[in-house]
């Protein structure tokens, strides 16, 4: 009894011991398991948080290792003027970190019924995929995380947030800014010298539309701002610029000389931008134009003005006009540069249609075609519209993706080239905008095919180039 007893006392010890080595080994086993787990977690979703993907913040010496990384991409979400060289929000140097791209924050909310569409292609055409780790980076703490929230609801995941007042305060990490950002000038900018202003510094605020004082004037204006009238700068039926005579009388009627800061804007930019183009011709040192038009100026939650300006005139304009008689020409300048074939550019700013002669693009333009040798520029969907060289709200779009687009029809900084559409609209905002980004052999093409079309001398193509391909198209 006492050996079966303590058989039975060793046979129940045995177990216990059996079980509790068992228990000990699964035990070590799941904690190395957790371990490796959590490990992986770390290395590959750093922004997730309890089941939340969320954006972290990133530091500027992480984001100096990653910038050249192909599976990044740095996006500056401040408003495009910031990107294109104004120090705004209190950073120490304007422009942007290079070789990022942009997305700006309030494309957010334009009001657009096919909004989210768009918003998907820029997306898609900047590269801003979710696959992709994306930097994001404002100067106000705003901006980023809007846009992280807007990219979140579209189930991005590796969003990082960055604050580009660090980088900025560093000389030696590289920011680009266009070379005459100045000339292309945010509301903000407009606001403060309308409220700094001491008489010190002559400037004057233009509306610009086509016809007498429009109902759009009427409904609201920037402060200050006096309407002018296209026609007061041009005039049928080639809608070519009025004489230097006329012209001259013109600037002293709107009270403008040479010294006089111009600021100039409309509902749309391709008329501000003609009459921009052509007092730069005349010789007025100092022309800016309002990024976005009329509608960034209300975006910014600025004052609206309703009383119709009069304009004041003057008796003297400070030199002979013109004095940039190059920044515009005429037919025999456009045939000279399309003789030079490997330096001349004639470039079309019209929709494609309107390049390979399917329309003429006007009711009463009655050729169809081009000028035979002019290359294609881009331009919009219609006579009315300029969305290649725009964002969603009108502003610029930004230079890269302008000079991608140029590249292939050779319309290159180093080339000698003239703007033209068909009277002149669309064509003055384009060589404005080259002229921001530094072109120097620019020039607008008065005429436009409105002009050439009319002579049949003057030789016409139609149909697609023989040397075009479907990435010119695009």
């Not at 086993?29 to 969320?54: F, L, R, V, Y």
């Not at 990044?72 to 140097?93: E, M, P, Q, S």
């Not at 019209?350 to 290359?375: H, N, Q």
Request: aromatic share 10%; glycine share 8%; proline share 3%.
């Amino acid at each position: 009894m006492k050996r079966m007893r303590l058989f039975s006392i060793l046979l129940i010890v045995m177990m216990i011991s059996v079980v509790a080595l068992s228990a000990c080994g699964g035990s070590t086993d799941t904690s190395a398991s957790d371990n490796n787990m959590k490990s992986e977690d770390n290395s590959s979703k750093s922004n997730e948080k309890d089941g939340n993907i969320k954006a972290e913040t990133i530091s500027t010496e992480e984001l100096q290792n990653h910038i050249d990384d192909a599976n990044w991409i740095v996006v500056d979400t401040r408003i495009n003027d910031a990107f294109n060289g104004w120090k705004l929000d209190g950073v120490a140097r304007g422009g942007h970190i290079e070789g990022a791209t942009d997305f700006a924050v309030n494309w957010l909310t334009v009001e657009d019924e096919n909004k989210e569409v768009k918003l998907e292609e820029v997306l898609e055409d900047k590269g801003i995929v979710s696959d992709k780790n994306i930097v994001l980076y404002d100067a106000n703490g705003k901006d980023a995380k809007a846009v992280s929230e807007y990219l979140l609801s579209k189930d991005f995941k590796n969003l990082y947030i960055y604050d580009v007042k660090e980088w900025a305060s560093d000389e030696n990490l590289p920011m680009e800014s266009y070379a005459n950002y100045e000339m292309l000038v945010p509301a903000q900018w407009v606001n403060e010298v309308i409220e700094t202003n001491n008489n010190e510094k002559d400037y004057k605020i233009f509306e610009v539309s086509w016809g007498e004082v429009s109902e759009a004037y009427k409904a609201g204006h920037i402060p200050g701002a006096i309407h002018i009238n296209t026609d007061e700068v041009e005039e049928g039926p080639m809608w070519n610029r009025k004489s230097d005579e006329e012209l001259l009388d013109f600037a002293l009627n709107n009270g403008i000389n040479t010294d006089t800061t111009v600021i100039v804007y409309g509902a749309d930019s391709t008329a501000a931008s003609r009459v921009a183009v052509v007092l730069k011709y005349m010789g007025v040192k100092d022309v800016r134009l309002v990024n976005g038009g009329l509608k960034s100026w209300e975006n910014a939650g600025f004052e609206i003005e309703k009383e119709e300006n009069e304009k004041e005139a003057i008796d003297n304009f400070g030199a002979d006009v013109p004095q940039n008689p190059n920044y515009i020409i005429d037919l025999a300048e456009a045939k000279e540069l399309l003789a030079d074939k490997e330096n001349g550019r004639l470039v079309d700013i019209r929709s494609w249609e309107e390049y390979i002669g399917e329309t003429s693009g006007y009711d009463y333009i009655d050729g169809k075609g081009r000028p035979e040798g002019a290359v294609w520029g881009h331009a919009g969907t219609d006579p009315y519209h300029l969305q290649d060289f725009r964002n969603i709200d009108n502003t610029m779009r930004n230079e890269s993706e302008i000079l991608t687009m140029w590249e292939e029809w050779e319309i290159t900084p180093d080339k000698n080239m003239a703007f033209y559409c068909g009277t002149g609209w669309r064509a003055a905002e384009v060589l404005f905008y080259a002229d921001v980004m530094g072109f120097e052999n620019i020039s607008l093409y008065d005429g436009g095919w409105n002009e050439w079309s009319v002579n049949p001398e003057n030789p016409i193509e139609v149909g697609k180039p023989n040397n075009t391909s479907d990435e010119k198209l695009k």
